[in-house]
């Protein structure tokens, strides 16, 4: 049976549907001394579906909340983002996007799973009584109706090689000719050849931070890489 839209859910109303979706749980994450109360699916693993895998090898990744998401959201956090359109790639959770609502960005948020957006939208308006703006994007074929924005964020996209070349796409499209992408990551396996094909895009790393993360036996260096478009010489 085809489950009802969220789409025109808002509030409690959109908290009880998803409710009604999945089995969920809730984790308090501080951002920048911010507790943030985000809710997720008690178990992604529930999530998978092999209808989705066989069509395109679609896992529920989004459903987790990882450490590169964690990082991203206190960076955007500290950024002054009054007056600026913010684009997120994956938004999984949407705890990155909450971040940058924090810093003060106009944020559109987008993910495969269209659950993700509906997670996302929940999780913004309960903390910060106001949601994003979100869209159901596919990396392998890019709307040419999105338009360009002055920050472009993801963080931990780069787990299959695949994404290596897409990502680093569709940032360049995303992103307004004097604008910022940062993008997070754990040292995934495509992050190599993501850094060797930006010359390829137009674009280049002019800023990297790690910061490493520690949380029970979970241990990472998050990489936070600054890109812009390459200027002429």
């Known amino acids: 049976m085809t489950r009802p839209s969220l789409t025109h859910l808002h509030g409690e109303a959109l908290d009880e549907a998803l409710g009604r979706c999945f089995s969920l749980a809730?984790?308090?994450?501080?951002?920048?001394?911010?507790?943030?109360t985000l809710v997720k699916p008690a178990n992604a693993d529930?999530?998978?579906?092999?209808?989705?895998?066989v069509m395109d090898e679609r896992l529920p990744y989004w459903a987790d909340l990882w450490p590169s998401a964690r990082v991203l959201s206190a960076t955007m956090a500290r950024e002054a983002g009054t007056g600026q359109r913010l684009l997120e790639m994956g938004c999984g959770l949407g705890l990155a996007t909450v971040g940058a609502m924090l810093g003060g960005f106009e944020v559109t948020a987008t993910d495969y799973y269209e659950d993700a957006l509906h997670v996302t939208r929940a999780n913004a308006a309960r903390n910060l009584s106001r949601e994003p703006a979100v869209r159901m994007v596919n990396?392998?074929?890019?709307?040419?109706?999105?338009g360009m924005f002055d920050v472009v964020m993801a963080a931990d996209v780069l787990y299959e090689?695949?994404?290596?070349?897409l990502v680093g796409a569709c940032l360049?499209?995303?992103?307004?000719?004097?604008g910022l992408a940062i993008v997070a990551d754990p040292g995934r396996l495509a992050l190599p050849l993501f850094r060797e094909n930006l010359a390829h895009v137009g674009l280049e790393i002019?800023?990297?931070?790690?910061?490493?993360?520690?949380?029970?036996?979970v241990k990472q260096e998050i990489q936070v890489m600054r890109l812009r478009h390459v200027r002429p010489t």
């Not at 529930?46 to 895998?53: K, Q, R």
């Not at 990396?139 to 999105?146: A, K, M, Q, S």
């Not at 931070?209 to 036996?217: D, I, P, Q, S, W």
């Open 26 to 36: 809730t984790e308090m994450v501080d951002v920048n001394g911010r507790a943030i």
């Open 206 to 217: 002019f800023d990297t931070v790690t910061t490493k993360f520690e949380e029970g036996a």
């Open 139 to 146: 990396w392998r074929e890019w709307p040419t109706d999105l």
């Open 161 to 165: 090689k695949e994404y290596a070349l």
């Open 172 to 178: 360049a499209r995303a992103l307004a000719p004097h």
């Open 46 to 53: 529930h999530l998978i579906s092999e209808a989705d895998y």
